[in-house]
């Protein structure tokens, strides 16, 4: 069946240290998207893919880093930069982006020990 | 730049009761909008979704919304809920010119037996 795979699904992080989280979809499609969810803020975008190779920040970008080198896959890190990363991240994708349904993954738990 | 108000951060239902869960936007532009569905643990799956035509949308679970431009509203709407639709929903809103999906901070419906 076709979807969208994050692993893991719990991480913990020590300071200063480095994760990435890993987003894979065998849906062939374009755009893909890292959301935060924190409670009671809903869903706020961190960066976002529109084809290989490129991306861009979305509207909370700071401490987090991504790369697009090939369709399926979407990593994202989240760098010793950002101070508060304890949060439930979602990876999502759409076929061309315009006004399409976002399909999502199920998500990872970022705990900080 | 666009933005969501989902005006109840929680709403306690008893089961076979109507239930409305509000939205409200903000856009200089055209918009598509949405609302989906989050369970415990899981990513969002889409619900239903406006972008043309007729204002009222419905989706195959029993709940509609009807769009409403002049008070930029997007109202979710079930006139009988079972305690299978305890969850969080997500009010969004796309440009049709872009990209971005913007969500709302989420209204946790709790159905009671």
């Known amino acids: 069946d076709g979807g969208i795979t994050q692993s893991p699904k719990y991480l913990f992080r020590k300071e200063g240290q480095n994760v990435t989280l890993s987003c894979e979809q065998n849906?062939?499609?374009?755009?893909m998207y890292w959301y935060r969810q924190d409670p009671g803020q809903g869903l706020r975008l961190i960066y976002y893919?529109?084809?290989?190779?490129?991306?861009q920040k979305g509207d909370i970008a700071e401490g987090y880093s991504v790369s697009r080198e090939k369709k399926e896959s979407f990593p994202l890190t989240v760098t010793s930069a950002q101070k508060n990363p304890t949060a439930f991240y979602l990876c999502?994708?759409?076929?061309?982006?315009?006004?399409?349904?976002?399909?999502f993954g199920s998500g990872t738990q970022l705990s900080v020990l | 730049a666009q933005s969501v108000t989902q005006l109840d951060s929680q709403v306690p239902v008893f089961e076979e009761a109507p239930v409305e869960l509000r939205c409200n936007y903000s856009?200089?532009?055209?918009?598509?909008l949405f609302w989906y569905v989050q369970y415990p643990n899981q990513g969002l799956q889409l619900l239903l979704k406006?972008?043309?035509?007729?204002?009222l949308v419905e989706s195959i679970n029993g709940f509609e919304a009807e769009f409403n431009k002049s008070q930029t509203s997007f109202h979710l709407r079930k006139p009988s809920v079972h305690i299978s639709d305890t969850a969080e929903y997500f009010c969004?809103?796309?440009?049709?010119?872009?990209?971005?999906?913007?969500f709302g901070a989420g209204t946790r419906l709790f159905v009671k037996a």
């Open positions: 999502a994708s759409t076929h061309r982006g315009y006004g399409e349904k976002l399909f």
């Open positions: 849906l062939n499609h374009d755009a």
């Open positions: 893919s529109q084809i290989v190779n490129d991306f």
């Open positions: 856009s200089s532009v055209s918009v598509y």
């Open positions: 406006y972008l043309s035509g007729s204002t």
């Open positions: 969004a809103v796309s440009d049709t010119g872009g990209v971005k999906t913007i």
